[in-house]
């Protein structure tokens, strides 16, 4: 299993790790701080040992991250066992958290604003992270409205807080007040780091609803 240091430490865009398979361009590591698509949240960009990722694939089910593997852009000279240097794009990294953090906030305020919705899919990228779910009404009108408690929320300032869960090693609880739901992501410690964000609502068919979340910065 790799240890992820990207859910100890989200901050983190440097670290070595151990070899511990090898097959063509294909690698897994003893541990890393790179991520690997999961729960809708993209992938990390990076080296390991100055050989660009072509793609980062997890392991796993769900929320659940076993272990990733990495293709790399060339066959690599490092074998099994070898010590090596992963570094990951900073910039993407911290937009992904923000956005990811934000997507939660997004969810508990939409409810807070129209009551329970269900979710059929959600996305994080650098650029932009949507929500999508089932909803009768276009919500044009609530978004200023969204907006605005999304913002002054991200400006009070509350602590997030990523929790293991007891029973499965690999389930974590993403947390902030009351709020507690399930996510292999990475996270900001406190919403003050996201900024002011801008909502865009989305027209995605009838009796669905899309939401986007725009960063400033
Ligand atoms: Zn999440």
Redesign the pocket.
């Known amino acids: 299993m790799t240890i992820k240091l990207f859910w100890q430490d989200p901050y983190l865009t440097e670290c070595t790790a151990t070899v511990t398979e090898i097959n063509g361009n294909k690698i897994n590591l003893d541990q890393t701080i790179f991520f690997a698509f999961s729960?809708?949240?993209a992938s990390d960009e990076g080296t390991i040992s100055g050989i660009t990722v072509s793609e980062a694939v997890k392991q796993g089910d769900k929320e659940n991250i076993i272990d990733i593997e990495y293709t790399l852009g060339k066959e690599p000279s490092f074998k099994v066992g070898d010590t090596v240097t992963i570094k990951i794009n900073p910039e993407r990294r911290r937009k992904l958290r923000n956005l990811?953090s934000a997507?939660?906030i997004l969810y508990y305020l939409t409810e807070d604003v129209i009551g329970k919705v269900k979710i059929i899919g959600?996305n994080?990228a650098p650029e932009k992270a949507r929500m999508d779910f089932l909803y009768e009404k276009p919500l044009n009108e609530v978004i200023p409205q969204l907006e605005s408690k999304m913002n002054l929320f991200i400006q009070e300032d509350h602590h997030i807080i990523m929790k293991n869960n007891e029973e499965k090693q690999d389930l974590r609880w993403?947390t902030c007040g009351e709020w507690k739901?399930?996510?292999?992501?990475t996270?900001v410690r406190s919403s003050g780091e996201i900024g002011s964000i801008t909502l865009k609502r989305v027209n995605v068919g009838k009796g669905k609803e899309r939401i986007e979340i725009y960063i400033e910065k």
């Open positions: 729960g809708g949240q990811h997507a939660h959600s994080i993403w739901m399930p996510c292999g992501g996270h």
